[in-house]
C-alpha cells in the first residue's frame, strides 16, 4: 500500500507530474521546473488563467494606468518615423498579457495602426483577452515565426516570466540548482555534483574566469538569451528599435542571492509549494541581456526617468484636467510608475538600436555596445 502523502507534499496536478518525471529520471534544473509551472499546456500557470490585476495574482504597468501604454506608443512612433517613410516595420510585442499596452499604444500613436501587428503568447486564455483588443492582431508562439521585417518590438514583464537556471559557487566549481524530492517525496531543492570543465570554463555571469567562492549565485537564462539574439538579428539586418522592460538589475548592482520568486494572489510564496498556480518570475541582469544582443547599441534608463523624459507628468496634468473626478487616481498612478519607493527605479528599460545610432527619446548618452 502507497503511504498516504506526507502535509507537506505538494498537491497540484503539475506537482504530482512533476514528482512522477524526477523519480523516473532524476532531479531536474530550476528552468525545466518554470517551463512546466508555467508553461505546461494544460495546468501550466499562464495557461489556465488571467494571472493580470486586482483579482489575479499581481499588477504589471499597463494594467496601472493608460499613460504607461501611452509613453511606449509615443516611443514607438518616433522610431516608426525615423525609419523613413519608405519602411514597413512589423509591430511586435511579446507576452502581451490583456493586450492594454499596445491598445494604449494604438490609441496614443495612429500611425502605428497601420503596421501589421504580431503578438508572442503561449497563453490561449490570454491570445482570446488579447483579441478583445486587439482585432488586428497575429499571433506566434516565438518571434521565429513573424515575417522578416523592420522591426518594432516591446516587452513589458516578459523576459522575468522565461525559464532561468541557478547556480551555486562551491568554492572551486559551480553546482547548479535543482529540483528533487525530499523527506516525505516533497519537492525540494538540491544541488548538483560540481560542474564539469574547472572553474575557468564556467561561463556565468559575475565570475566567468575565477573559481566562484563559496556561497556566490549564479543567475543564466539560456531562454531570455535566445530571445535577445533574435532580437538582434532581426535590428542588425532590416533595421528598428526594442524596448525591453522588467523588474531587474544592472552588473554593478547584482543581488547577492538568489532571485526566483513566486506571487500568489499578491503574496509572496514558496516556489515549489504549488507549480501551476503561482507566478514565477526572477530578476533579470540588463547587462547580460544588453550583452546577448550585440552588436546592437543598448541604452539603459530606470522607468520613471524614461516615463518622465517621454512627458508622463504633463500627460497625467491633461488626463486630471479632462477628467477632475479622476484626478487622485491619475496622481496616484502616476506617482507608481515612477517614484522610486514605488516602480520608479527597480523597473529598468533596456532600449535597443542599430550599432553607432544616437541615443533615442528617454535615453542618456550611457550606453553599453
Ligand atoms: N506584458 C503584459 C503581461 C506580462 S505577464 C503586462 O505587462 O501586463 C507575462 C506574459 O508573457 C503573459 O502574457 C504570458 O502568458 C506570456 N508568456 C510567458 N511565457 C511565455 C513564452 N515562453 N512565450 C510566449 N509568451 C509567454
Not at 488586428?136 to 516587452?155: G, H, K, N
Not at 547584482?254 to 500568489?264: K, S
Amino acid at each position: 500500500m502507497r503511504q498516504a502523502a506526507d502535509p507537506g507534499v505538494q498537491d497540484t496536478p503539475l506537482a504530482a507530474l512533476l514528482r512522477a518525471r524526477i523519480a523516473a529520471d532524476g532531479p531536474i534544473s530550476i528552468a525545466a521546473y518554470m517551463s512546466v509551472a508555467l508553461g505546461h499546456p494544460e495546468h501550466g500557470y499562464y495557461a489556465t488563467r488571467d494571472p493580470l490585476g486586482a483579482a489575479g495574482d499581481f499588477t504589471t504597468a499597463p494594467e496601472i494606468s493608460q499613460m504607461f501604454g501611452e509613453m511606449i506608443g509615443l516611443w514607438l512612433a518616433e522610431r516608426q518615423t525615423s525609419l523613413g517613410p519608405e519602411t514597413r516595420p512589423v509591430l511586435v510585442e511579446l507576452g502581451p498579457g490583456r493586450g492594454t499596452l499596445m491598445a494604449d499604444a494604438l490609441r496614443a500613436a495612429p500611425p502605428l495602426r497601420s503596421l501589421p501587428l504580431w503578438l508572442i503568447e503561449i497563453s490561449p486564455s490570454l491570445r482570446a483577452e488579447q483579441a478583445k483588443r486587439l482585432a488586428s492582431a497575429q499571433w506566434a508562439e516565438t518571434l521565429d515565426a513573424v515575417p522578416e521585417a523592420p522591426l518594432l518590438l516591446v516587452a513589458n514583464e516578459f523576459i522575468d516570466a522565461l525559464p532561468m537556471r541557478q547556480y551555486l559557487g562551491d568554492g572551486a566549481r559551480w553546482r547548479e540548482v535543482q529540483v528533487g524530492l525530499g523527506e516525505g517525496g516533497a519537492l525540494a531543492l538540491g544541488l548538483s555534483a560540481p560542474l564539469p570543465g574547472g572553474p575557468t570554463a564556467a561561463p556565468l555571469p559575475g565570475s566567468p574566469t575565477a573559481a566562484p567562492v563559496r556561497g556566490a549565485w549564479a543567475e543564466q537564462s539560456p531562454a531570455a538569451e535566445r530571445v535577445m539574439r533574435e532580437i538582434a538579428r532581426r535590428i542588425a539586418a532590416h533595421s528598428g528599435a526594442a524596448l525591453v522592460i522588467d523588474y531587474g538589475y544592472r552588473a554593478a548592482g547584482r543581488p547577492a542571492g538568489p532571485t526566483l520568486q513566486a506571487v500568489r494572489a499578491h503574496a509572496r510564496t514558496d516556489p515549489l509549494a504549488a507549480p501551476g498556480e503561482a507566478d514565477l518570475t526572477w530578476l533579470p541582469d540588463f547587462d547580460a541581456l544588453a550583452t546577448a544582443a550585440a552588436p546592437l547599441a543598448a541604452f539603459h534608463a530606470p522607468q520613471g526617468g524614461f516615463l518622465a523624459a517621454l512627458g508622463i507628468g504633463r500627460r497625467a496634468e491633461a488626463l486630471a484636467r479632462a477628467r477632475p473626478a479622476e484626478a487622485g487616481a491619475i496622481a496616484d498612478a502616476l506617482e507608481r510608475l515612477t517614484l522610486p519607493q514605488a516602480m520608479g527605479t527597480r523597473f529598468r528599460v533596456l532600449a535597443l538600436v542599430p550599432a553607432g545610432s544616437p541615443a533615442p527619446p528617454g535615453f542618456s548618452e550611457e550606453r553599453t555596445e
